[in-house]
């Protein structure tokens, strides 16, 4: 089955982006392929390569970096949600003249017709929320 | 042609959810999708006309109701018992919308290809 995923909610103060996560990592062991995994409001925080988690608690951001990566996932990052949240790549940091840009690798930044365009070519979208 | 539903549940203000919504029914008009926008819960005060969030330092993004019609989403419902259980009826509303049951709010979810509730 070809399944995209949607997160909304924010990886350090609620499960979504971890739920999603194990999901995909479940579909991925089950056989079926993701065609696309979208993160849109507080969930672009998992784009951050800023974020510093405790010694003893797991880096999600970091984890689902190397998830995308390892699997050659297309995981979209909304770029109007990450705009206001202060998630920029090169070429949006140099738009907008922002000191540096720190979207993690495996992430880019588009919009909204992403996630359209995703539930139009699977055959289930699944929302993992706040 | 897929069906796109939209549950929209959270109040206008307060979070960002209100907007979220409206902005991916935008995007599924824009490619000409059969979208069916739902408003439940506290969803229903997003409909509300005379909101005037200048106050409180907020953009009123529900303006952007009346343009509705505009994009082609002409499948716009309110659970009814969420009008009613706020004391609620259609005079309060800045755009028409078709009251629903909840029998029929589970069909419409049935018939629907992609749900999403925010």
Known sequence: MIISVMVTGSPVSQQAAQSALSFCEAALCAGHQIYRVFFYEDAVYVGSALSVSPQDERNLNAAWSEFVQRHQLDAVICVASALKRGILNNSEATRYQKPAANLEAGFELSGLGQWVDACLNSDRVVSFGA | ?118
């Open chain 2, 1 to 118: 042609m897929k069906t796109l539903t939209f549950l929209a549940r959270q109040a206008p203000f307060g979070s960002s959810s209100a907007k979220a919504c409206l902005d991916m029914v935008l995007a599924s008009a824009v490619f000409e999708q059969q979208v069916n926008y739902v408003f439940m819960d506290d969803g229903v005060w997003q409909l509300v006309r005379g909101h005037a969030p200048e106050g409180i330092g907020a953009k009123n993004v529900m303006a952007a109701l009346q343009a509705l019609e505009l994009y082609g989403v002409e499948h716009i419902y309110a659970l009814e018992e969420s009008l009613t259980e706020r004391q609620l009826t259609q005079a309060h509303l800045q755009i028409p919308v078709r009251l629903c049951s909840r029998a029929e709010l589970s069909a419409l979810v049935q018939s629907s290809d992609v749900v999403t509730a925010l």
